[in-house]
């Protein structure tokens, strides 16, 4: 939470801001939101899990409404936006954005052996900065009108840290936080209120790469005290 604003509990969403309960969410993490009755509009790059994922609310909260937009956020192209998502959004009532997409390095690396390269870097910077600053500013247009409204920007706890071999992935998560703080500043006589959240473990892909190369160390260093422990046993 941002200070100098109000605190928001996402059950008290729409009496607290009058927002309307559509959520805008990029990716697919979305179920709580549903729980609590806001209709969902999910926006990611591969429409059977967005249809899987659609199924599976529909399933779970039949009285929300859920619509999904096929769109690759490593487009830069402001006329595809326009089109694939600023049109059906501008059809919508938007009360929450959630920017959740992100791109993380699969394997850490010093900046100059990442693997794919100038790709990779490419990549995580267009998907971990541009969506977040192209939906806010889009969907500020009926914000401001209506004076009520709430953006979550997805940072990392890693945004806090210099960590080695996360250069752009934590640079990117730093520019996410920096903006939500800025935002918050210039919007702080408003009703619409800013929040970022810095994540440090989810369950997803990110969490389990971090388990599987965290296990991976505890495995290696109990390997090399045993190691130790037997070589000075035949020592002695
Ligand atoms: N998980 C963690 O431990 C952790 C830690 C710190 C911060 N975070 C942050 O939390 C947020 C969510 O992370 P997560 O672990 O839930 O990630 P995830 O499981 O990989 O989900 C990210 C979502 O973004 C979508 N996406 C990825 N690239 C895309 C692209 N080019 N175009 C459109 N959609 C795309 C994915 O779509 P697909 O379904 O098509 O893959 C997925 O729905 C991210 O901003 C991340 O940086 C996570």
Redesign the pocket.
């Known amino acids: 939470m941002l200070s100098g604003q109000p605190t928001v509990r996402v059950d008290q969403v729409s009496e607290s801001t009058n927002c309307p309960t559509t959520t805008l969410i ?4 979305h179920f709580e939101l549903a729980r609590y009755g806001f209709n969902i509009v999910l ?4 429409q059977s ?1 967005l249809d899987g994922v659609k199924q599976e609310i529909l399933r779970k909260t039949p009285n929300v409404e859920v619509l999904t937009i096929l ?4 487009n830069t192209n402001l006329a595809d936006y326009e089109e694939k998502i600023f049109k059906q959004l501008n059809r919508l009532d938007v009360g929450v954005l959630v920017n ?5 390095v699969e394997y850490p690396n010093r900046f100059d052996k990442i693997a794919g390269g100038i790709k990779t870097w490419t ?1 995580i910077t267009l ?2 900065t541009l969506p977040v600053t192209l939906l806010t500013f889009e969907v500020l247009k009926q914000m401001i009108p209506r004076n009520a409204g709430i953006v979550i920007n ?5 945004s806090y840290h210099h960590i080695r071999y996360w250069s752009v992935y934590s640079a990117t ?1 730093k520019f996410v936080s920096h903006f939500t703080h800025v935002l918050s500043k210039e919007f702080n006589n408003t009703g619409i209120v800013f929040q970022v959240a810095y ?4 369950p ?4 389990d790469f ?1 388990m599987d190369k965290i296990n991976l160390i505890t495995r290696k260093r109990a390997i090399r005290r045993n190691q130790k422990v037997a070589i000075k046993k035949d020592s002695n």
Do not use: H
């Open positions: 990029q990716g697919r993490n926006i990611s790059r591969n899990k769109f690759d956020f490593t959740n997409v992100g791109k993380y990549d998907i971990n997805i940072s990392s706890s890693s998560k994540i440090f473990a989810l997803g892909l990110m969490a971090f």
